[in-house]
């Protein structure tokens, strides 16, 4: 028996098991693959590609987000690009927009068809890094035999989310390989690359849509999210991360309701907390104006009045 016939036949048998989609997810994505999507794990043909107009139409749906995230692709393919790896930025539904390939390697990525228009959705191509983590909306890694298609076991995938400043999920960040030698351990050290570049790539997507805002970035009990407020010249939050959404229990998608940044941060009392915010930003700016209190209400891009009552709840005493 083929090691191909043995994959068909584990993933058949993993993915109609009873109980076996409760336990892992890879044996839930195995069975959405097959039962949901209809998908057959010895299915030969290659993957689908979309035409050149729908291409360059997606492209420009997603312009900001690529125009933000090539330069950190490139960055990241100076890393992982010399061990054989390709860099690829897909949208939301896993149509892959850009590819960083070595010269030498880009017929083989293209071959496999991981390759600008290609359609890595789980819908299209089963559990695989791309398609798997837009279904599920978390970083994955889908080594080898853990992808549904027998034709896919070749590949190593690693893969973050992209998420929007409203909280929606607009692409993912991909990094793949086909080399038999790469190992386990060394695709969760890509992967943690993978996860920096993807939570940099929302951050400077977030500050791009709010750029009269001022940002505040928010503790949190994991490095690899991105939390960060968007806050007015009023200290009302206008905006927040999908990662500050969960972590201050505030819309998952879509608009905000505006609050004061006070309520989501602590107290008006926490010196440490955004009053200590509030309290240094005053002082760089009374620092760059010489004390000057209207110069330095310009340069917070608020009313003199204003600042002045801020300076007073604040404790600061001001010309």
Known sequence: MSSLTRHIEHVLKTATHPGAAA????????????????????????????????????????????????????????LVGGSGCGVLLTDCDGVVLDLRA????????????????????????????????????????????????????????????????DGRLIGALDVSSARADQTASFNQLIAASVAQTARQIEADVFRAAFPEARIITAEAGSAEAA????????????????????????????????????????????????????????????????????EAARLLGIGRATLYRRMKRLGMRGE
């Open 23 to 78: 336990r892992s997810r890879l044996a839930a994505s195995w069975r959405r693959s097959l039962n949901h999507h209809g998908l057959d794990p010895g299915q030969r043909r290659d993957v689908q590609r979309i035409c050149a107009r729908s291409l360059a139409e997606r492209m420009e749906q997603a312009d900001c987000m690529r125009r933000i995230a090539l330069p950190k692709i490139d960055a990241l393919f100076q």
């Open 227 to 294: 939390v960060l407020l968007a806050v007015d010249g009023d200290d009302i939050v206008r905006g927040a991360t999908r990662a500050a959404r969960k972590v201050f229990n505030l819309s998952q998608t879509g608009p905000i309701s505006p609050r004061p940044a006070s309520d989501l941060l602590g107290s008006e009392d926490d010196s440490n907390g955004f009053d200590g915010a509030q309290r240094a930003a005053v002082n760089r700016a009374l620092s760059r104006t010489n004390g000057n209190v209207s």
């Open 102 to 165: 070595s010269d030498g390697d880009t017929d083989t990525f293209n071959a496999w068809g991981l390759a600008p228009g290609a359609d890595w959705s789980e819908a299209s191509e089963g559990t695989n890094g791309i398609g798997t983590c837009i279904a599920e909306a978390r970083q994955v890694i889908i080594h080898r035999e853990e992808h549904f298609h027998a034709r896919n076991t070749a590949m190593s995938c690693m893969d973050a989310p992209i998420f929007g400043a």
